[in-house]
């Protein structure tokens, strides 16, 4: 079994729609959430970072971390064809040097 | 600011070669991480160097190696590579050795043929 599991996709969703994208997570020692985002041929970049359970919000994005089930979320409001990337869930431990990633979510917002 | 600066941007080489990719960390970070993505999976930790010693290695054979330099600048080297050695390879940085948020490149783009 995977550390973390993130579905695939691939997912495709029409313009201003809400998006929600998951990862599962068995190792409780993982206390850091990370979302990334990476558009083709570019780096992750770094859109959420958390660590408490609960919501965070920043702009049209909103990150959800339920510790006890070992679930976070990462929801998108008013999607953009902008938003058209890869989303990445990352996780690490509180005495960690290295992140530990999902595989990642397709994800297409269509005009 | 300039972000996490890697290069080459792109690199063909033949399987048993050598190859050295390198990375400048974002201005004032002292650590410097490496990882490998494959393509349609999310990217695998390599190594993580800080104060210019390695203080994590992840489950990769002893053909890769790196340094960190006075400058906090990296170093990922590869030898005898494999096929299956073909991947992106991102340089990320960060302000402390843990718990601190990774800053990636766009990566250097290795085939192996």
């Known amino acids: 079994q995977k550390e973390v599991e993130q579905d695939p996709g691939p997912l495709s969703v029409p313009e201003g729609a809400i998006v929600s994208l998951n990862c599962t997570y068995s190792?409780?020692?993982?206390?850091?959430f990370m979302w990334y985002r990476q558009y083709s041929r570019k780096g992750p970049e770094l859109l959420m970072y958390?660590?408490?359970?609960g919501n965070k919000e920043d702009g049209r994005f909103t990150a959800q971390v339920d510790k006890s089930s070992k679930y976070i979320s990462l929801f998108i409001r008013d999607s953009q064809p902008s938003d058209s990337a890869t989303y990445l869930c990352?996780?690490?431990?509180?005495?960690?040097?290295?992140?530990?990633f999902g595989e990642g979510t397709q994800l297409t917002v269509n005009p | 600011d300039a972000g996490v600066t890697q290069s080459p941007t792109h690199l063909i080489k033949t399987r048993g070669q050598q190859v050295t990719l390198r990375c400048s960390p974002i201005?004032?970070?002292?650590?410097v991480s490496w990882y490998q993505q494959v393509l349609g999976q999310g990217p695998q930790f390599i190594f993580q160097?800080?104060?210019?010693?390695?203080?994590g290695r992840g489950n990769f054979p002893d053909r890769f190696s790196a340094r960190q330099f006075p400058n906090y600048s990296s170093e990922l080297n590869v030898n005898a590579l494999l096929l299956g050695d073909s991947a992106l390879y991102l340089c990320?940085?960060?302000?402390?050795?843990?718990?601190?948020?990774?800053?990636f490149g766009n990566g250097t783009r290795l085939t192996v043929t």
């Open positions: 160097y800080y104060e210019k010693e390695e203080r």
């Open positions: 990352a996780l690490e431990e509180t005495s960690g040097s290295r992140l530990t």
């Open positions: 201005s004032g970070h002292k650590s």
């Open positions: 190792n409780s020692a993982f206390q850091y």
């Open positions: 990320a940085s960060s302000l402390d050795r843990n718990n601190s948020p990774l800053h």
């Open positions: 958390t660590y408490s359970s």
